[in-house]
């Protein structure tokens, strides 16, 4: 009794013991229970010992091995779990009860399970099974265990139908034993449960959990912690839901139940905060979420040691956390800790390691360290492969993470590769509906968006989204995350309407599921704000950006990678805002905030680098941009592949930098490694490699290869046509480059169908105000601006600067360029004011929002100076000019296109000043430049070619000129073809040296050639055929057909009138021109009208001090001229000279020109002096500036030579001619120029002046042959010519071949004037001298007054040229004797004279020696005398003693002096002539034979018979061999000699 009662009290004492145990057992404390179970183990081998009875004993030792091995599977220390279980079977077999083997069982396929064994679990699951059937039989609630826990592991093998089954099985046996209402059954329920939920069948898994919940509360009440873990596991379906207060509550249910229930140190509390941060984590509340977390990761540690599967899982957790706090040093510090323990724990192929390998991974790629990331995911892979094979979720998960990696390295076919195996598995292992299969979908779409291939895209959210809203309803964050994607996709597609509405939708599920304060929200805002950003809504855009800021603030403080997005995304706000320092300041928040979250080598860091260099850009800082883009690059490298979508947008960034920089080549090189990249990992048919060729294309078009830009722009087109479809604004881009192309090559109709392409599309995206249109609408406008459409062009322009005021303000760079684009029109128009304010408005905007030395201040400086230049205002216009060089040179460098521009516009102006070195220096600079960026064969290279001809055209070097411009031409038509405008420009210059050559019908030709063109390629209606019909009416008018030149000046003038209205310096010009026609047809009234038309819109256009006005002077004075108003012309001319001298340098060919005008004056004045100062003031210009071998030179040469002839100084007249005549010689060649013509014409009337008659008819034969070249035989020029021969004729007494090279004369000049025209008067009257010489003097008199009478009606009474018909009619009439009627005619010629010239002219001598003769032959010698004096006064001050008028003059006194009889005083006075003659023109001379036959005849007279005949003989001899035998001088001679003779042998 005894032994008994002691066996009683131990095993009393070993169920104590045991019983402690059980309570720590499910109090989670598993240290304390095991040593319980350890101590009554002890006590029963103790007892054991000592006694025989030892069933009761073995039956709790059995029951305490399998709790033992229960606590061990818990703490996954399988080794020892495994251990207790081969006990407890050891035992069952020791008590021979094989129904206790399948509890065993059970535990080994708990441990296989667990180990993720499935396969072995499910063996030994079955084979419990299969026992518990034998010894129990088909309804008994162990049977019903074990259907439960084979539905587990169907349930951890993702076959849910099979678990489903085998749960449906277990309740079956449970509702059949213990009914409805009994925690067995709610565990079911609950299991049941489980599995919805991971099908995301989440309303079965609420219903189920929630049938669970309504048995298990009556059975335990509130507060029991079977009622907690059912609110648990309630919560973790809100949690999918994204219901997450209804989470948060169900867990704080939970929690409350468990601490009341357990207080705080126990393993479901832990569960409990796991959960929480679980839910804190997905509302973006970081630091609540990490809270929670380190309290269930106490709880562990305290209870399980810091050496367990669940504390190395809770540091996952929180490295999970930290990653998304962007702290992923602290994340791998975390996950670092999390591996070695599972290290420590498991062997190396455990799904505790893969956990650990996976958060790492995520850390690397989250810090941009792919490979490392890579490494880490693959590991997880492998792990996870040999622990569930390749067709599980959890690998699933694996290819889903590597995938997202090799997105991010664009290795897009690998992503794709990955993402179709993880959906394999998951169509596989779930069917069609289930979130996996969604998830799947939507990472495809991802990639397929990156791909640009959003067709695909889009189809794959789609799928995604249907088994989304199947499975969790509308309101869900997964749905509203596929809307978001949508939208992205929408929003590259430019359909940013569409891309807003599912934002929207996106934001309203989210607002509605979690807080505001979510960073899912924040990236929403950031997605509306980029789609109001690509719409230019800037506000909008800002507000949503600055959303997102406060919230990643308020979540993550301010130093978190997702912060430095917002700043980021705000400084590209401020940067299309013109905000720049604004931006700078934002770009540079984000770079330090990255800096210190990432290392310097990230790809976040690199884009930081990149948004500066952007700014940069914008700000034309293009050196430091560059430095920037590199730096970028440089990181890219470091992080990426070199075959990386980074690395080809880097390049793409850096080549448009060093295309802006005009380094092409560089430029090209570098959009070629993009387009390599792009192609290699896109393929041919995506956005990016279209992109590619629209940059090469870009890059072409600037060097000038059109054909090839337009390769590149058709191979953009095709792509993106083909992906993106027509309505999308990278196709508009495309288009519009093509325009920009055509535009160029003058193929503006075309070039204006794809601009309305461009619109058309744009329009349909954008709407009507858009940065986008006002940006076409300033294309169209340049388009129009190009063909002269100049009120079309003024319009689209006020278009688009109305949409940019609208969008930005007054104050942003795009206004800038429309006030600058509507400036140029106004220069075009002429209108230089408004065209400056618009300038000065721009240049105002730049420098208060860029610093002084920006490039974009250099363009207004340049567009200020080159209105300057077309003022005239040369000094402000070469400031403007070099202030915009000096910006350009120190932020482009040297070699640089916008350089070697402005080297041109410098030598344009240096040019017009006639600075020729300096201009040739210039364009030759610019020629280099232009070399080394674009080779020989470019536009530029023409256009250089185009100013250095134009210097040596200026210069007089017409072969050198045409050679220049002939390479112009060859390069132009290699690049545009025939048919272009810039071609026609090269033929205008080349028919410009042809017209200097006065090669006139080439000229016309060429200018022929280029009006064509222009006609092909503008509308009638444009400038440049303006232009052309001018050209073509200059060479007309220099052809003589004067009708054709008035009817090319009209048809100019209609077409600058529809253009430009009546006041525009154009107008002025054409009606300037038309004057000057008017002039040449000697309709002086016609001339000063439109010349006064020309100057009224010069006057009210330009300053009164402009050349132009100057110009219009100087015509108006040459009619004065002409008109015989020489006062009137001087002042005229002074004017002029007024203006250029305030305009220009003294030392100026305009200047010349004017003191060679105003010599000309003083030289029909007759005040020969002070012609030659002027026309030596002129000279000394010129040699200064060109040097000796100058035409214009030859022309001074030539104007001095006219004087001296005029003076009778012929050995000084003939030495200039010479000096003219050499120059135009080496200049054109004997028969090419009509310089040279005119010289030899003017050597020739010395000659003849000088009675050298052979000589005369020589060199005017010589100028004859030339004109007839050149001008051909119907020009004024041949009948002026046949007209001076036929005055050499006359003086040689050929009266019918002078009378014959008259009446040739005569007919070219009808045949070319009116018939009331001067020349063909002063033909009439150059007729009459001849017929008069024939004495036919009624004849002579019909003539002269045929002359008079269109003299009269061109001139009126008061000209010079009717005093000298007056005045030959006079002496006609003296030789009539009709003394009367010449000494009538002789004073209306004087007082016409008096009245023009004052006193003081060799005119008004002659009038007084012409009038003294008539006296003379009415024997009123003193009134002759009177007037002889009267005559050598004026003749000896103007001309001086040595001079062959004054020698005439003494000739005439010493005729009178004879008649007196007063002999002595005769031959004095006939002496006195005689030596001046001789002086002056030497022996052989005309007037010396005169002046020794008039001696003779004093010597007859005297009786000096010998002496007599000895004189005649004199004069006879030169009579002969001026005029040969048959010459009535000579005949006269002949008779005088024998008659003195006779008188002499009478005697």
Known sequence: ??????????????????????????????????????????????????????????????????????????????????????????????????????????????????????????????????????????????????????????????????????????????????????????????????????????????????????????VYGNNHPNIARLYNNLASVYYEQSKYNEALSMFDKSLNIILSDVGYNHLDVANTYRNIGYVYKSLCKYDEAISKYQKSLDIN??????????????????????????????????????????????????????????????????????????????????????????????????????AAVYRCQSKYNEALCMHQKSLNITLSVFGLYHLNVATSYNNLGVVYHNLCKYDEAIHMYRKSLDISLSLLGHDNT????????????????????????????????????????????????????????????????????????????SIYGYNHPDVATSYSNIGHVNKQQGKYDEALSMFQKSLDIRLSAYSHNHSDVAISYSDIAFVYEKQCKYNEALSMFQKSLHIIFSVFDYNHLHVANSYDSIGRIYGTLSKYDEAIAMFGKSLDINLSLLGHNSIKVATSYNNIGSINKDQGKYDEALLMYRK???????????????????????????????????????????????????????????????????????????????????????IRLSIFGHNHLDVTMSYDNIGSIY??????????????????????????????????????????????????????????????????????????????????????????????????????????????????????????????????????????????????????GHNCADVAISYNNIASVYHSQCKYNKALLTYQKSLNIYLSVYSHNHLDVATSYNNIGSIYSCLCKHDEAIFMYRKSLDILLSLFGHNNTNVAALYNNIGFVNYLQCKYDEALSMYQKSLNIYLSVLECSHHLVAVLYTNIGRVN????????????????????????????????????????????????????????????????????????????????????????????????????????????????????????????????????????????????????????????????????????YSRQGKCNGALSMHQKSLYIALSIFDHDHPEVGAIYNRLALVIEQQDKYDEALLMYQ?????????????????????????????????????????????NIRLTLFGH?????????????????????????????????????SLLGPNNSKVATLYKDFGCINAKQCKYDEALFMLRKSLDIFLLVVGYNNSGVARLYSNIASVSYLQGRYDEAISIYRKSLNIGISLFGHNHPDVAELYNKIASVSEKCNNS
């Open 1346 to 1390: 045929k002359s008079l009478r269109i003299k009269l009606l061109v001139h009126g009474h008061n000209h010079a040229d009717i005093a000298t018909i007056y005045s030959n009619i006079g002496n006609l009439y003296l030789r009539q004797s009709k003394y009367k009627e010449a000494l009538s005619m002789l004073q209306k010629s004087l």
């Open 1400 to 1436: 003081n002219h060799l005119d008004v001598a002659n009038s007084y020696s012409s009038i003294g003769s008539v006296y003379d032959n009415l024997y009123k010698h003193d009134e002759a005398i009177s007037m002889f004096q009267k005559s050598l006064d004026i003749s000896l």
């Open 716 to 802: 953009s087109l095709n792509i993106l046509l083909s992906v993106v479809g027509y309505n999308h604004h990278y196709v508009a881009a495309v288009y519009n480059n093509i325009g920009i192309v055509n535009s160029s090559q003058g193929k503006f109709d075309q070039a204006l169908a794809m601009h309305q392409k461009t619109l058309s599309i744009s329009l349909t995206i954008l709407g009507q105000n858009h940065p986008d249109i006002a940006t076409l609408y300033n294309n169209i406008a340049c388009l129009y601006h190009e063909q002269g459409m100049y009120n079309e062009a003024l319009s689209m322009h006020l278009k688009s600067l109305k």
């Open 1121 to 1288: 001229i002409d008109q015989g108003k020489y006062d009137a012309a001087i002042s005229m001319f002074h004017k002029s000279l007024n203006i250029t001298l305030s305009g220009l340098d003294h030392n100026h060919p305009n200047v010349a020109n004017l003191y060679d005008k105003i010599g000309l004056a003083y030289f029909y004045q007759s005040k020969y002096h002070q012609a030659l100062s002027m026309h030596q003031k002129s000279l000394k210009i010129r040699l200064s500036i060109f040097g000796r071998k100058h035409l214009n030179v030859a022309k001074s040469y030539n104007s001095i030579g006219t004087v001296y002839d005029s003076l009778c100084k012929y050995d000084e007249a003939i030495s200039m001619y010479r000096k003219s005549l050499d120059i135009s010689l080496s200049l054109f060649g004997h028969d090419n120029t009509k310089v040279a013509a005119g010289v030899y014409n003017n050597i020739g009337h010395v000659n003849y002046n000088q009675c050298k008659y052979a000589e005369a008819l020589s060199m005017y034969q010589k100028s004859l042959d030339i004109c007839l070249l050149v001008d051909g035989y119907n020009h004024s020029h041949i009948a002026k010519l046949y007209s001076n021969i036929g005055l050499v």
């Open 478 to 553: 997964n749905v509203a995350t596929l809307y978001n994607n949508i939208g992205l996709v929408y929003s590259s597609q430019c359909k940013y309407s569409q891309a807003l509405s599912m934002f929207q939708k996106s934001l309203d599920i989210f607002l509605l599921v979690v807080s505001n304060n979510h960073h899912s929200i924040a990236k929403l805002y950031i997605n509306i704000g980029t789609a109001y950003y690509h719409q230019d809504k800037y506000d909008k855009a800002l507000l949503m950006f600055q959303k997102s800021l406060n919230i990643t603030t």
């Open 301 to 402: 540690i305290s209870l399980l040691g810091c050496s367990h599967a669940v504390v190395a899982e809770l540091y996952n957790k929180i490295a999970e956390v930290n990653n998304h706090q962007g702290k992923h040093d602290e994340a791998i510090s975390r996950c670092q800790k999390s591996l070695n323990i599972c290290l420590s724990i498991f062997d190396h192929n455990h799904l505790y390691i893969a956990e650990s390998y996976h958060q790492i991974g995520y850390a690397y790629d989250h810090q941009g360290k792919y490979d490392e990331a890579l490494s880490m995911y693959y590991k997880s892979l492998n792990i996870r492969i040999s622990v569930f094979g390749p067709n599980h979720p959890n690998v699933f998960t694996s290819y889903n993470n590597i």
């Open 827 to 976: 220069h075009s128009l002429c209108q230089y004011d408004e065209a400056i304010s618009m300038h000065r408005k721009s240049l105002d905007i730049k420098l208060s929002l860029l610093d002084h030395n920006a490039i974009v201040v250099a363009i207004s400086y340049g567009n200020i100076g080159r209105i300057n230049y077309r003022q005239c205002k040369y000094d402000e216009a070469l400031f403007m000019l070099r202030k915009s060089l000096d910006i350009y040179l120190s932020g482009v460098g040297h070699n640089h296109l916008a350089v070697a521009k402005l080297y041109n516009e410098i030598g344009l102006v240096n040019d017009d000043q006639d600075k020729l070195n300096e201009a040739l220096l210039m364009y030759q600079k610019s020629l280099k430049i232009t070399l080394s960026l674009f080779g020989y064969n470019h536009p530029d290279i023409a256009t250089s070619f185009n100013r250095i001809g134009s210097v040596y055209e200026h210069q007089g070097k017409y072969n050198e000129a045409l050679a220049i411009f002939e390479k112009s031409l060859s390069i132009k038509l290699s690049v545009y």
């Open 1 to 218: 009794m005894a032994n008994q009662d002691i066996q009683s009290t131990i095993l009393q004492r070993i169920q104590s013991l045991y019983d402690m145990a059980k309570k720590c057992d499910n109090n989670f404390n598993y240290s304390h229970a095991l040593s319980y179970y350890t101590r009554a183990l002890d006590e029963i081998q103790t007892t054991i010992c000592i006694t025989s009875t030892i069933s009761n004993y073995r039956q709790l030792q059995f029951d305490i091995y399998l709790s033992m091995c229960d606590i061990y599977i818990e703490q996954h220390e399988w080794t020892k779990a495994d251990k207790f279980r081969q006990q407890a079977l050891n035992m069952a077999d020791e008590l021979q009860e094989q129904e206790k083997i399948p509890s065993c069982l059970d535990r080994q396929g708990n441990i296989k399970r667990l180990q993720y064994d499935e396969k072995e679990a499910l063996l030994y699951f079955q084979k419990s099974l299969n026992m518990k059937l034998k010894f129990f039989g088909n309804n008994s609630l162990k049977v019903s265990n074990s259907y439960h826990q084979i539905g587990q592991v169907y349930d951890n093998q993702h076959d849910y139908d099979e678990a489903i089954l085998m749960y449906r099985k277990s309740l079956d046996i449970c509702l059949s034993i213990v009914g409805h209402n009994d925690p067995v059954t709610a565990q079911t329920y609950s299991s049941i449960a489980i599995v919805n939920y991971k099908q995301g069948k989440y309303d079965e898994a609420l219903w189920m959990f929630q049938k669970s919940l309504n048995i298990l509360l009556p």
